[in-house]
């Protein structure tokens, strides 16, 4: 089977399989739990199965039901199906959904109230505001009614109490987009209250974020792809696809810059979801402008700056990564003086405010360096450089495990950092400058 996600042309049953298989490897439901379906044109409803594995889920084995109520298929659809159902009764505009009991959004489920979105610019555009529905049977009437009701409130994403969640869209990959977006922002918001306090956007910030982008570069008449071009196009889409499996990026967020020659660089694009990155969807920048009818990331004047001021940086990694997230919405002081590596790979990692980020500000361009690899932006994202691509991204996974490791000793104590005269040992004998 193929595994990139195409909701236009591949077939309902190809599109469940694959996003419950993706939902199942990176922790997202378990052998038995969750659901998926998908409302093709004609008004047949496309369902995963009940009772059948998550983990070696087949095309073969997703459940059609008619419009008629007719069903077809090797096994039964999902005792969830009458959530589902309601949900697409209500909603025209729905025609995917994802139930699951993803860790993270259980907490909240549990303690029952729901994750606040303003947590991170992007998080709130794709999630918008979210719905709570109240406890009933699982697989009951009651249950399709009361979260049928959440949705008529023009909900997209509804906390399910005391059970999990179940997020719609106007495809299955919107839906996903969705469903991890929030599952991430859950995760951010508790590591965040391990280690400080959750400071949220106010709306007026998020707008603030939307009306600053500039405007995009011109295009290029003309483009070419020698060789070495081509190669950068491919090295970019493995670590995209690396970094997604990792969980160091995922479908909404996630930026990856290489430089090609001279200011010229190669850059994912804004509007394709980051698990799903083909080579052809790579953006060439040339001569400050842009490959014809492309869409390159929007934080591309962030990436062309940095190129500008320092030619000995060759790769940017902007992202999100949930443990990094954690301090970056708290302000919680990021001590890399953990161990070695992560003092030599990163040295001090700062913190920047909420607006830096913006075009026309230097204040990201002016603290990268050699020696400051990497920066955190206040509810918005870490921005890594390196020489190499593959260097950067080791940077990158250093730097969110230290977040973690961070995260979980606040459980076992005060973390003790290593002094400054053992770090002049290590700038002695790691550091070239
Ligand atoms: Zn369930």
Redesign the pocket.
């Known amino acids: 089977m193929n595994d990139i996600l195409d909701t236009r042309l591949m077939h309902p049953r190809e599109q469940v399989a694959l996003v419950m298989t993706r939902i199942y490897r990176r922790g997202l439901t378990t052998t038995s739990?969750?659901n998926i379906s998908v409302m093709d044109e004609n008004g047949d409803i496309w369902i995963s199965p009940s009772a059948v594995d998550k983990g070696s889920l087949r095309a073969s084995d997703i459940v059609c039901i008619r419009k008629d109520g007719t069903i077809e298929g090797l096994h039964k659809p999902s005792s969830?199906f009458p959530f589902h159902r309601a949900i697409y009764g209500i909603r025209p505009d729905i025609k995917a959904i994802i139930?699951a009991?993803p860790p993270a959004l259980v907490s909240f489920s549990i303690a029952r109230t729901t994750p606040n979105t303003n947590i991170l610019s992007q998080a709130h555009q794709v999630c918008g505001p979210i719905g709570y529905a109240e406890y009933e049977l699982?697989g009951s009437e009651a249950l399709g009614a009361k979260i049928a009701d959440e949705f008529t409130r023009g909900y997209k994403a509804v906390i399910m109490e005391n059970?999990?969640t179940v997020v719609g869209g106007c495809d299955l990959m919107d839906t996903f987009q969705r469903f991890e977006t929030l599952e991430f922002s859950a995760r951010t918001i508790l590591y965040g209250k391990a280690v400080g306090t959750p400071e949220y956007l106010k709306d007026e910030d998020v707008d603030a974020f939307e009306a600053q982008l500039p405007t995009p570069l011109p295009e290029m008449a003309s483009v070419s792809y020698p060789p070495d071009e081509r190669e950068k196009r491919a090295e970019i889409c493995k670590i995209v696809h690396r970094a997604c499996t990792q969980g160091l990026m995922f479908s909404s967020y996630g930026t990856i810059s290489v430089r090609w020659k001279d200011n010229d660089f190669l850059i994912t694009p804004t509007d394709v979801p980051r698990w799903d990155l083909q080579v052809d969807d790579v953006v060439q920048i040339k001569d400050g402008r842009r490959e014809p009818g492309k869409n390159p990331s929007r934080t591309t004047y962030l990436h062309q700056e940095i190129y500008r001021k320092h030619p000995e940086i060759n790769s940017i990694i902007i992202t999100q990564s949930p443990y990094l997230m954690a301090f970056s919405v708290t302000g919680a002081s990021f001590n890399v003086r953990t161990i070695p590596e992560s003092w030599i790979f990163l040295q001090d990692v700062h913190t920047l405010e909420f607006g830096t980020q913006f075009a026309g500000r230097t204040e990201i361009p002016d603290l990268v360096s050699k020696s400051n690899p990497a920066v955190l932006i206040k509810n918005d994202c870490v921005v890594v450089t390196g020489n190499q691509l593959l260097q950067t991204f080791d940077y990158l996974e250093v730097a969110e495990f230290s977040a973690k490791s961070l995260v979980m000793c606040a459980s076992i104590g005060a973390m003790v950092p290593i002094n400054n005269e053992q770090v002049e040992e290590l700038r002695k004998k790691f550091i070239k400058d």
């Open positions: 739990g969750g969830e139930h009991h699982p059970h999990g």
